[in-house]
């Protein structure tokens, strides 16, 4: 799911530029998404190898693995395209700091109470809309 996001806001960042952002944005995030799906594809593909042929039935509960294990090489394939997908995620989401520096929120609370408990009574006492009402 965390590809098919990264996919759209890319497709949603090229239809953004150049007025948003420059062309350089588009093209690292889409270098970005490239390299998640190649890593989740090859993960996909030696994590499915892994486990549906002889390496052993105790496979899914290992958790130490020697070099000298059937299976070892993917294990490890598999783990450095894990990491590499987390870390195109987490480069994706840096591309936008110079985004998100250009928004100012501003918050304001007010407290119509002494306490947060306090309540004002409601407004409206004769509400008849079809949720609430008890004629059918």
């Known amino acids: 799911m965390g590809s098919l996001y990264m ?17 350089q944005v588009f093209w690292v995030r889409l270098l970005l998404v490239i390299w998640c799906g190649v890593s989740a594809l090859s993960m996909l593909t030696c994590s499915s190898i892994l486990y549906s042929s ?6 899914v509960q290992k958790l130490h693995w020697n070099p000298e294990d059937k299976g070892y090489v993917l294990h490890i394939v598999t783990t450095a395209a894990e990491w590499s997908m987390s870390f195109s995620f987490f480069g994706f989401f840096l591309t936008y700091i110079r ?3 250009k928004i100012t929120l501003r918050v304001e609370a007010n407290l119509h109470g002494l306490t947060l408990y306090d309540t004002a ?11 609430l009402s008890r004629d059918f």
């Open 54 to 59: 002889d390496f052993g039935a105790d496979v």
């Open 99 to 101: 985004d998100f520096q």
């Open 121 to 131: 009574p409601c407004p409206v006492t004769n509400e008849r809309t079809p949720l």
């Open 7 to 23: 996919f759209v806001q890319t497709i949603i960042s090229y239809q953004m530029q150049p007025k948003i952002h420059s062309k």
